[in-house]
């Protein structure tokens, strides 16, 4: 049997994004020139994300050649902090059989557990006084913690 291929890449390190991120995948498909009315669609595995609603691209692709490659786009703070998910490309016959699958994990980063932000004096005024300010006690898994 004639075999069909799908690729899904990432731009993100270690599969990892900030909430702030626009979400960008792509995924190649290809399929022997002998089929045809083959579609291609993106899903992803939290029931609470519609993609259809919430995707910058489409969802759905038909496939008017026997190679393509099709996007999913998200856009900034669409995706909770914290939640890992798995997208899924898929590439679907006519009578709705799954002809192949391809599947990539996106961590979406959360940010750093509460510590202490202190300045020092708490009194003064601006250009006379200095400050000092220092952030303690603050936990992630991506260091070192950078702040602006």
């Known amino acids: 049997a004639a075999s069909v291929i799908v690729n899904t890449v990432s731009n993100y390190a270690n599969m ?19 089929m045809s009315n083959i579609s291609v669609q993106w899903s992803v595995d939290d029931d609470t994300i519609s993609l259809s609603q919430l995707a910058i691209s489409p969802v759905v ?3 008017l050649s026997s190679s393509s490659t099709n996007y999913l786009v998200l856009p900034p703070n669409t995706l909770l902090g914290g939640s890992t998910l798995t997208f899924k490309l898929s590439c679907i016959s006519v009578l709705g059989d799954i002809l192949a699958v391809s599947s990539l994990l996106i961590v979406v980063n959360s940010p750093p557990k509460p510590g202490k932000f202190v300045v020092s004096p708490s009194v003064g005024t601006e250009l006379k006084d200095s400050f000092i300010f220092g952030a303690q006690q603050w936990m992630d898994t991506d260091l070192p913690l950078y702040y602006q």
């Open 16 to 34: 990892k994004m900030n909430p702030g991120q626009s979400l960008q995948l792509n995924g190649l498909v290809t399929i022997p020139m002998s």
């Open 61 to 63: 692709y038909r496939l």
